[in-house]
């Protein structure tokens, strides 16, 4: 009794001396948040940020941003498919970087760069193609028939040098366009008969497992650097089925660290066999079966003896990755950040960026009640110059124009006075500044001087003088700027005024500010 009574009060005591090391710093809409996510948050700030803000200053910066995550959810962002492959992207790579050390997967790179390189599949190559799709369910009797077919057209080709090989795409082909592909783009079987073929050139017919296709390169262009494709390189080594032997070594901890224990005699007899009822293996004491397997398999056409090496690496993988967040919980941490990062740009997107490019009625409203703020340094002179050939026309012009709205100026001109084959008048429309323009310089602001158009001596100008613009869309770059900080401000207020934000000061002043 004693000793269960002290074993109490030993864990009372661990709990509160760990609550004690990393005590609750803020609630956000009652989420808890700890110091040490804080801290993390406020490091990293404070490494891509010149500003040098105090613990207190980031605080307000941190709990708006939390704040902005609870309005996420609350819109159900966080439920969205988007949001979820986002999510799983991210769970992936995390795994991943713990997983597979980054020095071996980038040696791993270079060899398959090197390897690309001595088959000349480097560059990028222009391609079209006569393509049939063919379903996985295929029969082989429709195999046969589109097989014979690819074949007839392929010896039409090598027999009329001169025959249109895109007319035989818009006839034949699935696929239509041409294309620039580079490595790792498509797949193996498509990319070592592309990047094989000299220029003009055209393939015997060839599967890949999309289905069948006779390929003419048309163009070509000389290999990308290593740094300009390593990214994607390494990115094909993830997505191989058995992973290379820079993973061969991570296999292998696996296996010790998760007690894998092979079972020899169900294993010969699925590579003689094809199948077994037995258990092939356990992981941590889980068994997994030939039934297992089998279900592997059928999505992974292989040889046996590689279906069954990718069946235990995949198994192997799978089993970490469910667990590695209890070895790592930094993992779940960054995972955390990564989710919340997202939900904040997405509920920024909506709120802010999408209206202040898109909501018309809210940018001239927004106009309207500034439009002092978009006044010109100096005013300037919307309206046209007028060379016409006489004094009469140019009377005539200026009256007509005086009952026609400014953007029909143009039309009406041409259509009254310009349209019995001989010109009377020459229009320059549009809003001058002092400059601009020698004979508005002359007219409206009275500097310099012109000379009279040969044929059109009689020039007058129609318009009014301005201070600004009188439509949001004439300046609306900077007016959609404008509108998106006035939506930013009114949405920040909007947040604090409904959510609920409690610092604990105490444990604030124990934030390190180095």
């Not at 809409?29 to 207190?56: D, I, M, Q, T």
């Not at 696996?254 to 258990?279: C, D, F, I, V």
């Not at 997202?342 to 960026?353: A, D, G, M, S």
Request: with cysteine; charged share 30%; glycine share 4%.
């Amino acid at each position: 009794m004693k000793r269960s009574l002290l074993l109490g009060c030993i864990s009372l005591f661990v709990v509160a001396v760990f609550a004690q090391e990393d005590p609750v710093l803020m609630r956000v809409n009652g989420r808890e948040v700890l110091r040490s996510e804080f801290e993390n948050a406020y490091r990293r700030y404070a490494e891509r940020s010149n500003a040098r803000l105090s613990p207190k200053e980031y605080a307000a910066l941190f709990a708006q941003s939390k704040l902005k995550v609870e309005a996420a959810r609350a819109a159900g962002l966080d439920t969205t498919t988007v949001f979820r492959k986002q999510h799983e992207k991210c769970w992936t790579e995390l795994v991943e970087s713990y997983l597979i050390d980054k020095q071996v997967m980038d040696s791993c790179a270079r060899v398959l760069y090197q390897k690309m390189g001595l088959k000349a599949r480097s560059g990028r190559v222009q391609v079209m193609q006569i393509f049939k799709r063919l379903p996985q369910t295929v029969t082989s009797r429709h195999l046969e028939e589109e097989k014979a077919r690819m074949d007839s057209i392929y010896r039409v080709i090598q027999n009329q040098q001169d025959l249109n090989f895109n007319r035989l795409v818009e006839i034949y082909s699935d696929d239509k366009q041409s294309r620039w592909i580079e490595g790792l783009e498509t797949t193996s079987e498509f990319e070592d008969v592309a990047f094989s073929l000299a220029k003009g050139t055209v393939s015997q017919p060839f599967f890949t497992p999309e289905g069948i296709h006779i390929l003419k390169v048309i163009d070509r262009e000389e290999a990308f650097a290593y740094e300009d494709v390593s990214g994607r390189l390494i990115e094909r080594l993830r997505r191989k089925e058995i992973l290379d032997k820079g993973t061969a070594a991570m296999l292998d901890r696996l296996k010790r660290s998760w007690q894998y224990t092979p079972n020899q005699a169900a294993m010969e007899e699925l590579l003689t066999k094809g199948r077994t009822e037995q258990n092939l293996f356990t992981i941590d004491g889980q068994a997994y079966t030939g039934a297992m397997f089998t279900q592997f398999a059928s999505s992974h056409p292989q040889a046996a003896k590689r279906q069954l090496e990718g069946f235990i690496a995949k198994s192997l993988l799978d089993y970490e990755s469910r667990n590695i967040d209890k070895k790592h919980p930094e993992i779940r941490i960054a995972l955390r950040e990564s989710d919340e990062n997202y939900l904040v740009k997405e509920i920024t997107r909506q709120k802010i960026e999408l209206p202040a490019i898109n909501d018309r009625a809210g940018l001239a409203t927004y106009f309207k009640f500034h439009s002092s703020d978009y006044r010109w340094k100096s005013p300037r002179y919307r309206g046209a110059v007028l060379h016409c050939v006489d004094k009469k026309t140019a009377k005539q012009a200026k009256k007509m124009l005086k009952k026609v709205p400014e953007k029909e100026w143009a039309d009406q001109l041409r259509q009254t006075f310009n349209t019995s084959g001989t010109e009377k008048i020459q229009v320059e429309q549009g809003v001058f500044a002092d400059g601009d323009n020698k004979y508005i310089d002359k007219l409206v602001f009275k500097k310099g001087g012109f000379e009279p158009v040969m044929s059109y001596p009689f020039t007058i100008v129609v318009g009014e003088k301005m201070k600004g613009p009188d439509d949001y869309r004439e300046v609306i770059e900077q007016v959609r700027k404008d509108y998106r900080s006035y939506l930013d401000t009114c949405w920040a207020r909007e947040l604090r005024e409904f959510g609920k934000v409690e610092i604990n000061q105490e444990v604030l002043k124990t934030v390190n500010n180095n």
